[in-house]
Structure formats: C-alpha cells, structure tokens
C-alpha cells in the first residue's frame, strides 16, 4: 500500500512541477491543482497508513491508541484543502484578469518574440 | 496571568477580523466612514501591540512570556498564543508601520480600486497572527491569510504590470505554501506535535530512527520561509513585486518579507537548543550561507537598479540576508545588533517606498531620460538658471527626508542605522578574535561594510539624479495626510537614535530570551495547569 500511494503522489507532484512550468496561465492552474492533490496525500500519509482502523473513538472499540487511526492529519488535510482550493480559485481569477487585459494567455502577460 | 493579559493577545487578531468583516459590508461610497473604521482599528491594535510591549518587558510576565490557550484546550493539543519580547516588537512594528501606510493612502491609492480597507485588515490580521502563534501549522494558516489579502492588495490598482507581477507573485507563494505543508508533515510525523516547544522537546528525546525525517523536514520547512524572506536564490520575485505594487502596499510588503526571517529566527533557536549533539546546529552553515549570497545578490542589485523601488526591494534582500547570515551563531549581542539594524532598515525602505511616490510623480520620464544620457555622454551640466535657487519647502522636506532614508538603509551616522550596523560589527569582529570559524566571518564583515557603501553610491546616484540633475519647474503639491506619515517614520528614526541604549537593551533582553528555550518549556508546558484554574474561577 506504501508503495502504490508513494508512486501517486511522486506522478501527480511530477506532472505539477512540469505543468507549472509551462508557459501558459491554464497549465499553470492545473499544475498547481495536481500539485495541490498530491501535497494533500502527503499529508494524510503523514499519519500513517492504516486500514480499518476509524479516527474517532466509537462505542464497541476499546479506549486503546492502537485500535484508532492518527485523526490530527486528517484535520489538517482538511485545513489545506479548503485554502488551497481559495487561493486555486483566487489564481483563476487573476488568469481571468490578466487574459482580458494583455489579451494573452502567456505568463508573462505579452508573447514571447519569436 | 490575570484574565484580561490573556485576552489581550487576542486583540491584535481579533479586532482586525472583526473589521475586516465590518468593512466588507460597507459600499465604496462611504469612502470616509470606511477609512475612519480602518484607522481607529489599527489604532486600536497598535495601542494593544504598545501595552503587550510594556507588559512583557515589565516584569509583569513571569520570564517576559505570556501566553493564551485557546478555548483553554492544554498546551500539545490546543493552539497556544505566546507573546515574548520579539513578537511584541513585531506586532509593534507591524501595527505602526500599518498606521503610516494607510494614512499615505488615503489621499490617493485607497480610492483606486475596492476593498481596499478590508484587504488591508485581513493582512494586519496574517501579519500579527503569524507573530503571536506557537503552533505550526496555525502559523501556517496566518501565512494564508496574510498572503491571500496581499494577493488582492498588490492587484490593486489593476493595470497590466500588476497583473504580470501579481499573477508570478502568487504562483510562486502558492508553491512556497506547499513547500510549507510537507516540510510541517514530515515535522509532525517525526514528532507528533505540532506545538513548536513541545517540538523541541520531542527532538531532545527522539529516536535516531527519525533524524532523516526531521532533517528532510526542516529542509524543506526552511525553503518556504527563505522564500517569503527573500533569500538567495529563491528572492528574484521581490524586486518586480515591490514596483509592480502601489507605495502603500510594497511599504507593507517590506514588513512581510521579514515574516519568513522571523519564523526561522525563532524556530532555529527553538528547535535545536536542546537537540542531540548530533542535531545541534542542524543547517547553521547553510543559513549563514545564504545569508551571505543573499547580501551578495542584494548588494550587486542596488548598485544595477535605476529606480526607486527596485533600490528598495534590494535593499530589503540586504537586510534580510544581514539577519539570516548571523542567526546561526546563536551569539546575544550579534542578534541583538542584528535586529536593531533590521528594525530600522525596514522601516526606513518603507518610509523611502513612500517617498519617492510622491518624488516620482515631479520626475517625467523625460527628465530622467536626459540625465541619464547626460550622464552617458559624460555632457557637462551648464545651469541655465542663476546659483543659489530658491528651493521651495516641499522639496526640500523631501530631501530631507529621502537623505534620512538613505541613511538609515545603508548604515551611515548619525541615525540609528550606524549604530545597529557598528554593535553588528563590533560582536562580529568579537566572535572573529575568539577564533570560532574565522575566515567565514571576516568574510561576512567585509559583505556587510561593502553592501552598505554600494548602497550609498545607488542611492546618492538616485538622489543627485531626482533632486538636483533635474529641473524641476513645476510646484510639489504634498498634502498634509501624504506628508504626516513620512514625518512619523522620520521622527521614529530619530527616536531609535536618541534611545539607542534603551531600545538596545530591550532587544538584548530579547536574544538572551531567545537564546534560552528552557524558558518556553517551563511557561508553555508548566503553567498551563494554573491558568486553567484561574481561567476556571471567572
């Protein structure tokens, strides 16, 4: 299980770095979506990895820290998905912005001379 | 602590978020009402940021610390509050520099685009926030906050070398912030705590199975800061950022940057004191690395720069690298004159970001073109006019003004300036003659004295250029709410100079405090059952 999550969060950073370091807006915006997904893994992996195993203490599970999974990093999963997913909004619309006033989609706001 | 010094750690947080809120509300149109709620809120905060300063330097405070436990949660799993003597200085710095700011903004930038007032509280709110919190991963958020309203802020104004430099400055936060979220993770899945004492705690008793995430960690953690401080090679969006923004708001941009410095002034100091011998000192030497590169780079890019706000920008990456450059030592006096000089260099690129607003809009680009090539073509500068001209007084005040400025910047007596860089100087050369990695400081010496003579010629070139190159024939108009906020900023630095042996020995008081992190372990881990009771009693 290790193995499987540690591959998908090493292709979704890696395809994020590449897309961030494209020269149009929108592959930057999905760059950082991929970029985002893959740190949000990283977090809930943080806590270990546990299979059936609840965050919460529930009735009919003994009171013992084994039985339980680590609850803090999924709290925190939470936390950094809701902003980055307010700061990926608030970046789509700076693109907006910049498309409607240089009438490119180029990251440096003008084409580059060919 | 009694109830109401808990509580008034809230204050610098609280009362921004609620106006923040209240001015959302508000239409544009109350434009007076709006900007009359922004200033008494951060008068509001200033005055709390003042008596936390007195309150922790009194003695009122058991060890100068003073905490709040929200929601009265106990110290590892609840968010702690603590204000030391560094942060109250912060704060304070943070809230008079907001002060300033927006009485310079009132007159023009504040009516140039909407939500201005709102924007500029949420980032009071980050600013101060990420100051006072002792949990990482709250101080995480306080980032957040702090840089989505200087994302709106620096769009301000709206044109397109704002969108451009915007659009690169929030790409590469956004990155930095990921680069915050792993570097956070690994941290607590080395530790398990996200309380930054109680973190070094962990690290003094933690297995040597986990060193490799610890390390990683920190590696990465510190990436992120370095970026929002600045540093070499990660500080080349600062220059283009600082122009692209209007004065107001690159002012407070300059306070930002030294953000990422503090989070790693406190938490190098914190985390490692107590480490395993085999941690101890973890990435000193890459600190003060960088720190010297990132002098080198500042120092290379003033003396390229034309233009004001680039000047300033470099500047800024100047005194950021003097700071990150000495952190590592862990030597009083050295940080002691290290910060003093950050406190007045700061203030002073802000106060300089103000001034040559206003300068720049007597220089046309015509005028500066043909300086310029007079300078090029080495063509003696006749003066049409008689010698002796009458300088009106709105000229020379910005004369004044901008020769304070450059004094404070670059370190030159007799402001304050100087004598932050000589104490920096003297517990250098001290440190060098007891003989602790000697080339590397003479190194370091030589980095700072000849950063701050190239930032003397830059800025003598500029001044020569904007008040005396230049014929200037139309009137400055300056009006009062521009002129008032540059005169309390001068007042200020000549205020650092007359107090020097007070504020000096405030900020000695301050690095003995850093320097001792067993003092944090004993307020934040013991007190808590204390103030739990008498939290209970009201």
């Given at each position: 299980m290790e193995v499987v999550i540690a591959i998908a969060i090493g292709v979704l950073f890696g395809s994020g770095v590449w897309l961030l370091l494209r020269p149009r807006t929108y592959q930057v915006t999905i760059g950082l979506l991929l970029a985002s997904y893959a740190v949000n893994l990283f977090i809930f992996t943080m806590g270990r990895l546990w299979v059936d195993k609840p965050p919460l203490t529930l009735n009919g599970v003994p009171t013992d820290l084994s039985q339980y999974a680590d609850p803090l990093p999924q709290a925190l999963v939470l936390t950094a998905i809701v902003i980055g997913f307010a700061t990926t909004a608030l970046f789509l619309v700076v693109l907006l912005g910049s498309r409607g006033v240089n009438g490119t989609d180029h990251v440096d706001g003008k084409e580059p001379k060919r | 602590m009694t109830l109401w010094q808990q509580y008034l750690l809230m204050v610098p947080i609280l009362v921004p978020l609620f106006s923040a809120t209240v001015l959302i509300l508000l239409s544009e149109r109350h434009h007076r009402l709006k900007f009359g709620l922004n200033l008494v809120t951060t008068l509001v905060v200033l005055a709390a940021a003042a008596m936390l300063l007195w309150q922790v330097d009194s003695g009122t405070l058991p060890l100068g610390i003073g905490l709040h436990f929200i929601a009265d949660?106990?110290?590892?799993f609840g968010i702690v509050l603590l204000v030391d003597r560094l942060s109250a200085l912060m704060v304070l710095m943070a809230s008079g520099m907001a002060v300033c700011a927006l009485l310079y903004a009132e007159s023009r930038w504040s009516r140039i685009g909407v939500h201005f007032h709102s924007l500029f509280q949420f980032l009071l709110m980050g600013m101060n926030g990420a100051f006072l919190t002792h949990d990482l991963f709250n101080l995480f958020v306080f980032f957040e906050v702090m840089l989505a309203a200087s994302y709106g802020l620096v769009l301000h104004g709206y044109n397109s070398q704002r969108l451009r430099a915007g659009l690169h400055y929030i790409v590469i936060n956004l990155v930095a912030s990921f680069f915050f979220l792993i570097g956070v993770s690994l941290l607590y899945a080395a530790t398990g705590t996200l309380n930054m004492t109680d973190m070094a705690m962990q690290i003094a008793t933690l297995s040597p199975d986990d060193y490799v995430l610890l390390k990683v960690g920190c590696g990465i953690l510190v990436l992120a800061f370095l970026t929002k401080g600045a540093a070499w090679p990660l500080g080349f969006w600062l220059p283009q950022t600082y122009a692209a923004a209007s004065p107001p708001v690159a002012a407070m941009l300059v306070l930002m940057t030294k953000i990422g410095l503090y989070a790693v002034l406190r938490l190098w100091l914190l985390l490692f004191?107590?480490?395993p011998a085999v941690l101890q000192g973890f990435g000193g030497e890459f600190l003060l690395w960088s720190g010297m590169a990132t002098i080198a780079f500042g120092t290379f890019g003033m003396l390229a720069s034309q233009e004001p706000a680039p000047i300033a920008g470099y500047g800024a990456i100047i005194s950021s690298g003097i700071l990150l450059s000495v952190v590592s030592f862990g030597d009083a006096d050295l940080l002691a004159g290290a910060l003093f000089y950050l406190i007045g260099s700061t203030l002073a690129i802000a106060a300089f970001m103000l001034l040559t607003e206003i300068v720049n809009r007597l220089r046309t680009p015509a005028s500066a073109m043909l300086a310029l090539t007079m300078e090029a073509f080495a063509v003696e500068d006749k003066p049409s006019e008689p010698v002796g001209v009458v300088i009106p007084a709105a000229l020379a005040f910005l004369g004044i003004a901008f020769i304070g400025c450059a004094l404070m910047i670059t370190g030159f007596p007799p402001l304050s300036g100087f004598i932050a860089k000589f104490s920096l100087l003297r517990a250098l050369v001290e440190l060098a003659s007891s003989g602790i990695a000697n080339t590397l400081i003479w190194l370091l010496i030589v980095l700072i004295v000849v950063s701050g003579l190239t930032g003397i010629i830059s800025l003598m070139r500029f001044g020569v250029r904007t008040f005396w190159a230049t014929n200037i024939t139309t009137s400055v108009r300056l009006s009062v709410s521009e002129a008032v906020p540059i005169v309390a900023l001068l007042l200020v630095f000549i205020g650092l100079t007359v107090q020097a042996g007070q504020v000096m020995g405030y900020l000695e008081r301050t690095a003995d405090g850093l320097l001792v992190p067993q003092h944090y372990q004993s307020t934040v881990m013991d007190n808590q059952v204390a103030t739990r009771a008498s939290g209970g009693d009201t």
């Open positions: - | 949660w106990p110290a590892p004191a107590d480490a």
